[in-house]
């Protein structure tokens, strides 16, 4: 590799990389690049490290057989493994190694990772990791194995050595967006962490929408939390709310805060001509999730129960709070009285209550729907004075959804 085309890979990089959108885009670019150059990839992988609830990081990989990026998710569990200590990340990651380099074939080769063994048996003649640091000195890796041959020239590598600092302020970006983008995501639910990132920070920025309300909350918490002691009842609440979040993301609903032993969450309803979407994806999600606390009561341990309103109206959907300190979340009547109404499953023993409104949906017209329960098929349990609230609230329970 000569000097000029040396020079072209750190070019590329400041001039046209930064326009690709993805690390996986990106990996895939600086692969065409680098075999262009003359560098004898058989394979190529680069390794970002970010903070994400499930996963420690992701991994891009290029492998000359298949000619394709493939991305793999980290979970936080393989760092614990002998497999990640027993391989060239530890002593970049963990020991600060400035470079590693093994040749895999021939009189001087050592396989002393598992994962070279590996590549030594798929025909592979030099292997390379080098730590990408990024601005606050995290470090983040790219490591490359050569095909059969001679391997790496030294111009190829001091080339490869000289372009990392460009390639690690593109990947910091990619990085931090990711990085940005899951917290958002995870704190805040994928809807509302899109329309933050979308410019909705402002106190008082949001808009009216009609939506579902889903108010839930765990029965007999305090009661629990005394008897079980306080770690064993915040693994019973974490699996009490990982099922009535789960449920309502796989039926498209957004989850907006808990609230202790409560969780809100809405299903936005959309044209009022076609509003059974989003009260039939509630009513989904209810099934769903009473499915699951059954299964986990009859598999032991202390019993689950809850209590959950489904309510409509029209509330806002924005930020509230402080200059300081915002949240975004939805505020009005209706989300009031989805409250009050989750309130009154504990007086009348039953796991779920429906307003007239969230009914009146269920039984309303909508081409595009499948076949539901009809309003005749819930019974009333009455009517209701709500803490607040003008007026008595008629309220329905269904003998389809009893626990």
């Not at 690709?20 to 690049?33: E, F, Y």
């Not at 400035?98 to 074939?105: K, W």
């Not at 994962?115 to 730590?131: H, I, N, R, T, W």
Request: hydrophobic share 40%; with cysteine.
């Amino acid at each position: 590799m000569s000097a000029v085309q040396s020079k072209l890979l750190s070019t590329w990089l400041l001039d046209e990389a930064w326009q690709l959108d993805s690390p996986s885009k990106l990996t895939r670019a600086l692969v065409d690049q680098l075999l262009s150059v003359g560098v004898p990839l058989h394979r190529l992988r680069i390794t970002l490290r970010i903070l994400h609830p499930q996963v420690t990081g992701f991994s891009y990989t290029w492998m000359a057989r298949d000619n394709e990026i493939e991305e793999f998710q980290s979970p936080h569990e393989m760092m614990l493994t002998e497999a990640y200590r027993d391989s060239p990340y530890w002593a970049i990651f963990e020991e600060g190694a400035g470079a590693i380099r093994r040749r895999l074939s021939g009189p001087d080769a050592q396989l002393d990772y598992p994962l070279l063994e590996q590549l030594a048996e798929d025909g592979c003649s030099d292997y390379v990791a080098l730590p990408i640091v990024f601005m606050d000195g995290s470090i983040h890796a790219i490591t490359i194995a050569a095909g059969s041959g001679g391997g790496f020239t030294t111009d190829q590598l001091s080339a490869i050595y000289e372009m990392l600092p460009a390639l690690s302020r593109l990947m910091e970006i990619h990085a931090l967006r990711s990085t940005s983008r899951v917290l958002l995501e995870t704190y805040l639910g994928s809807k509302t962490g899109q329309q933050v990132l979308q410019g909705k920070i402002r106190r008082g920025d949001g808009e009216l929408i009609e939506a579902v309300i889903w108010f839930c909350d765990l029965r007999n918490s305090t009661v629990l939390a005394e008897q079980m002691g306080i770690d064993a009842f915040i693994d019973h609440l974490n699996c009490f709310l990982e099922v009535m979040a789960d449920s309502v993301a796989e039926e498209g609903g957004e989850v907006l805060r808990y609230i202790g032993d409560a969780m809100l969450a809405i299903f936005p309803i959309g044209s009022r001509e076609c509003s059974k979407n989003g009260s039939v994806a509630a009513k989904s999600a209810f099934k769903a999730a009473q499915k699951s606390i059954s299964r986990m009561n009859t598999s032991g341990g202390e019993r689950q129960s809850f209590g959950i309103a489904l309510h409509a109206g029209i509330v806002m959907y924005g930020n509230i709070g402080s200059t300081s300190r915002l949240e975004f979340t939805v505020i009005g009547a209706a989300a009031n009285e989805a409250a009050r109404i989750e309130a009154l499953t504990k007086n009348l023993n039953v796991p779920l209550l429906m307003s007239q409104e969230f009914v009146d949906l269920l039984g309303g017209n909508c081409e595009s729907a499948d076949s539901f329960e009809s309003a005749d098929s819930f019974g009333s349990v009455g009517n209701f004075e709500l803490k607040g609230v003008k007026g008595k609230k008629q309220l329905y329970t269904s003998p389809v959804l009893r626990q």
